[in-house]
């Protein structure tokens, strides 16, 4: 029976051989062709290049290169940021228009462009009927017989402050109706947003937030006022830190800008099973951590502090404090 089973088996190795013949022989012009041959003639061609008559201030380096003498740097590392999608829901999910405040200052913060905001701000000067005393462009100022209306660019980018103040105190009433009326045009704002969220990459150098190292301990360096520094991760932290077990918000104190966090780090959601087993702790483990504000007058420096007896490595910090400074970006 076997002998009978080798031949026919036997009999399909010219087959076999026939087939792996003109198989081969296809590769190159044939049906199957390889591609990895066409490598070895590639030639070089013309580098693109932009027409003169495009507006500069539309283009940019989506991957910006740090100075060369950064590199060097051991106190300061370059932080060179991938492209953002071209739209809100590539960080937290953000209304058009929402509210921020800390203390008694109140502002609106808009997901477009100051340049997309102004316009609108003009508009509901004149919807409102009200008197315009002074224009202050450079400022992005108005002043008007009811109060003074300002735009700046906001922390987040492509987005934009909005304040409305009397007699320099903030107007709950006036802010009110901005958002009001903001919100009534948020559907035909959000192309503009889009493409504001595409230009705000293109940021100057100082305006970028810079991760350093101190010894064992990492910072981020974020270059405005501690107060609205605060009110932003303030708003986006309630939100984001809601996991039970995993991230939660304990406690937010507005007057020594800080925060207390119940946080699971990197490290602890990392140990494997076997880690685990043959450790004192049989379950991973959350552990509560102090998120610190410095405030530097016109720069904030943002640090985490283990306020815990269990482990925080300088890995750890790093991942935290960049999961908190994407809320600014």
Known sequence: MSSVLEKRALKWIPLALATALVMSGCARDGFYHDRNLDYADIELGEPLMLPDTRDPRRYGDALPIPRADML????????????????????????????????????????????????????????????????????????????????????????????????????????????????????????????????????????????????ERWEVVIPHPVEPVWAEINHFIEQDFSVEGERNLLEANANEYAFLVNYMTLSERNRNPLQIVFSADVRQMSQDIRLELEDNGNETVLRAINASERAFTADDQRELLERVAGYLR
Request: with cysteine; charged share 25%; proline share 3%.
């Open 72 to 215: 060097g740097s051991v106190d300061q590392v370059a932080d060179v940021r991938p492209p953002q999608a071209m739209g809100v829901g590539s960080r937290m999910e953000a209304e058009f228009v929402e509210r921020r405040e800390i203390g008694d200052q109140q502002w609106l913060v808009v997901n477009a462009a100051p340049a997309d905001v102004w316009p609108q701000l003009e508009g509901f000067i004149g919807s409102r009927g009200m008197n315009v005393t002074a224009v202050d462009n450079n400022r992005g100022r108005i002043e008007t017989d009811q109060g003074q209306l300002s735009v700046q660019r906001a922390l987040r980018s492509g987005s934009t402050e909005v304040r409305c103040e009397q007699g320099g105190q903030s107007s709950s009433r006036c802010l009110d109706a901005l958002q009001r009326y903001f919100e009534g045009r948020s559907a035909s704002a959000s192309n503009s947003a889009s493409e504001a969220s595409w230009q705000a990459q293109r940021m100057d150098e100082e305006d970028a937030l810079a991760f350093r190292q101190q010894d």
